[in-house]
């Protein structure tokens, strides 16, 4: 079964400072990635996803993660960071044809002004 | 308009209680997730319906009871509540079943078991 590591469980920053989370995951088959974000007390929304073809993906709110199948990554970054990012972010996995989608343990991200 | 809604938001009840969390989703998705964060924001599946039909069940006691009327709603009942069920439960939907949809989540149930 596949697994995914959030590699921090805390990042602080400053704002307008760039930020990347870490995200390694494990499988013996053909994967799917996201990146999902919980705001407090709130549930979880998508920012982006990696089903196919190109390695770099863009999502909302200035997000972009780089599927990297040699080192098992799917990193998340911004360059430039907002208050409003504070938030905690969750790398998912999931196989081909699986209905299974793993989680990661969550990176808390602050960002300070 | 709600695209994933579930009621209580909040549910506090005394350890041996059983009590249900409802989830309804106005997407029109085929797939329902019940999933159970707990209090270090570990968010871990617990089942999955697609056209009402149970499609994912996890190692988790059989105190906790999902059911599928139809496939816009995905309930879940609890029997004999303990200390340890005490977490926010999330119900998610995604379009189908097959791991490359978006799942959209609901706000969360926080159940506190006293």
């Known amino acids: 079964a596949q697994s995914v590591t959030q590699l921090d469980s805390q990042v602080p920053v400053f704002e307008e400072a760039p930020v990347e989370l870490r995200c390694n995951y494990s499988?013996?088959?053909?994967?799917?990635l996201f990146w999902y974000v919980q705001y407090p007390n709130q549930g979880l929304q998508l920012l982006l996803k990696y089903l196919s073809g190109s390695t770099l993906v863009k999502g909302i709110n200035g997000f972009e993660a780089e599927f990297n199948k040699s080192q098992t990554s799917f990193h998340l970054r911004k360059p430039s960071v907002h208050i409003s990012d504070t938030a905690e972010y969750f790398c998912?996995?999931?196989?081909?044809?699986?209905?299974?989608?793993?989680f990661g343990a969550g990176t808390r991200l602050t960002v300070k002004p | 308009d709600t695209a994933v809604s579930q009621t209580p938001k909040y549910l506090v009840t005394q350890m041996g209680n059983d009590k249900s969390i409802k989830c309804e989703q106005n997407l029109g998705h085929d797939t329902m997730y019940w999933y159970k964060q707990d209090s270090k924001k570990f968010l871990k599946i617990m089942f999955s319906y697609n056209n009402k039909e149970l499609i994912i069940n996890e190692t988790v006691p059989n105190r906790f009871s999902p059911k599928s009327p139809d496939k816009a709603h995905l309930n879940l009942h609890i029997n004999s509540l303990e200390l340890g069920d005490s977490a926010v439960y999330f119900c998610?939907?995604?379009?189908?079943?097959?791991?490359?949809?978006?799942?959209?989540f609901g706000p969360g149930t926080r159940l506190t078991v006293l």
């Open positions: 998912a996995v999931s196989e081909y044809n699986n209905n299974d989608m793993r």
């Open positions: 998610a939907s995604s379009p189908r079943a097959g791991g490359t949809d978006t799942q959209y």
């Open positions: 499988s013996s088959v053909s994967v799917y």
